[in-house]
T-cell receptor
Framework: DAGITQSPRHKVTETGTPVTLRCHQT?????MYWYRQDPGHGLRLIHY???????DKGEVSDGYSVSRSKTEDFLLTLESATSSQTSVYFC????????????FGPGTRLTVT | GENVEQHPSTLSVQEGDSAVIKCTYS??????FPWYKQELGKRPQLIID?????GEKKDQRIAVTLNKTAKHFSLHITETQPEDSAVYFC???????????FGTGTSLTVIP
């Protein structure tokens, strides 16, 4: 597996609380992504980053924000968690402009009660 | 944006038989098509991919075919084994570094 870790791996939180998930890579890859995985929907992109401080929205970005202050770290924040954000969150990385392949982290299971 | 449809959603085959999973895409600009395998509770793992300048690619028991005119691509697994049981996802991408659009997955069960 590519050098990607996610923390925490599991989290239970209450509606209305802020939550931050962390993705850390040791591959020095330029691109980083946050996906959510839900039954019947496959994987859907939330936000992605194409460099330090360079981020863009994916198809399901409402209610989420991201930050990337260092090449190796990409943070996903739920400002005020809702039950609809209960999901498994995967981070992925991709190397450079000529490399299409994305490699996934181990995932974070988030439950919002 | 791109729309990727995947069929079937579930597939059961006898060990040793072949399995075929099909995906269609909507954006003719898409030019990269990966397939991921995800075992229960694990991360998606890239198993094979194909670019739009290639019609077919093989890697041992797995192969992927691409029909750009019809905008569909397929995963073929031959001589299936119980360890092939997993959920398989197809995806499409327009360019490197860009987002992937995933299909909804196919749960493959190989019956011993």
């Amino acid at each position: 597996d590519a050098g990607i870790t996610q923390s925490p791996r599991h989290k239970v939180t209450e509606t209305g609380t802020p939550v931050t998930l962390r993705c850390h890579q040791t591959e020095n890859h330029r691109y980083m992504y946050w996906y959510r995985q839900d039954p019947g929907h496959g994987l859907r992109l939330i936000h992605y980053s194409y460099g330090v401080k360079d981020t863009d929205k994916g198809e399901v970005s409402d209610g989420y924000s991201v930050s990337r202050s260092k090449t190796e770290d990409f943070l996903l924040t739920l400002e005020s968690a809702t039950s609809s954000q209960t999901s498994v969150y995967f981070c992925a990385i991709s190397e450079s402009t000529n490399a299409y392949e994305q490699y996934f982290g181990p995932g974070t299971r988030l439950t919002v009660t | 944006g791109e729309n990727v449809e995947q069929h079937p959603s579930t597939l059961s085959v006898q060990e040793g038989d072949s399995a075929v999973i099909k995906c269609t895409y909507s954006d003719s600009a898409s030019n990269y098509f990966p397939w991921y395998k995800q075992e229960l509770g694990k991360r998606p793992q890239l198993i094979i991919d194909i670019r739009s300048n290639v019609g077919e690619k093989k890697d041992q028991r797995i192969a992927v075919t691409l029909n750009k005119t019809a905008k569909h691509f397929s995963l073929h697994i031959t001589e299936t084994q119980p360890e092939d049981s997993a959920v398989y996802f197809c995806a499409a991408s327009i360019r490197s570094g860009n987002q992937f659009y995933f299909g909804t997955g196919t749960s493959l069960t190989v019956i011993p």
